[in-house]
Structures are given as C-alpha cells and as structure tokens.
C-alpha cells in the first residue's frame, strides 16, 4: 500500500478544500483510514477516521462539523472536505491506513502516505 494524499492548496479563510487519499496498485477496501495534520512546531494531530468496518467516520473535536470524511463507492479513494476554514488550520496534511482497523489511533496505522499543504491566507 503506497499512499498519497493530494489537493491541497491556497484557501481563504472561511473556504473549502477537499482532499484525496489513495494508493497505487490497490484498493482502500479493508482498511480504516486516518487523516492527520501537522502544523510548523506541533505535534500531529488526528483528526478523525472513517472504519473499515461500515465506514463509520468520527472526528476530532477541533473539527467536528466543519470537516467530513468520505469513501467513494469503488474504495479507491477516501476524501477530507474542509470546509469553513480557519487561520488555525493550515498544515501539512496526511492520510494513514490500518488494516481492519476501526480507530484510527497514530500507533495503529500501518501506512502512511506523503502528506498535502493546505495554506489559508486572505
């Protein structure tokens, strides 16, 4: 599994941006997937998941109702629609897989992919 996240870019505040998350040469079925961000001199943040079982999504408080995490129907592709973005969000973003996994904890995920630049500047 070599994963990729992609889209990211120039916002302004209050925006909307939507991320992909996908592998070469395979599928996303199977998997739990975990988008997590990280901002010049912090830590990684998770900021939510959606399951492999029932793609079940939950988020991180800091972006419930704001972002939401999707899966296409063929499980090749898993999103991150941003939305209503804020001064406070820009960072380097990144998807991570678990296989069968269900949280999405940081030391579950088994690979992660090369993250995307979100930049939100007026």
């Known amino acids: 599994v070599q994963l990729q996240a992609y889209g990211g870019g120039l916002v302004q505040p209050g925006g909307s941006l939507r991320l992909s998350c996908t592998s070469s040469?395979?599928?996303?079925?199977?998997?739990?997937i975990g988008w997590f961000r990280q901002a010049p001199e912090k830590e990684r943040e998770g900021l939510g998941c959606?399951?492999?079982?029932?793609?079940?999504?939950y988020y991180a408080d800091s972006v419930q109702g704001r972002f939401t995490i999707s899966r296409d129907k063929a499980k090749t592709t898993v999103y991150l629609h941003l939305n209503s973005l804020k001064p406070e969000d820009p960072a380097v973003y990144y998807c991570?897989?678990?296989?069968?996994?269900?949280?999405?904890?940081?030391?579950?995920?088994?690979?992660w992919g090369k993250g995307t630049l979100v930049t939100v500047s007026s």
């Open positions: 991570a897989a678990d296989f069968l996994g269900t949280d999405c904890y940081e030391y579950d995920m088994d690979y």
């Open positions: 040469g395979s599928t996303l079925d199977g998997y739990a």
């Open positions: 959606i399951s492999s079982v029932d793609d079940y999504t």
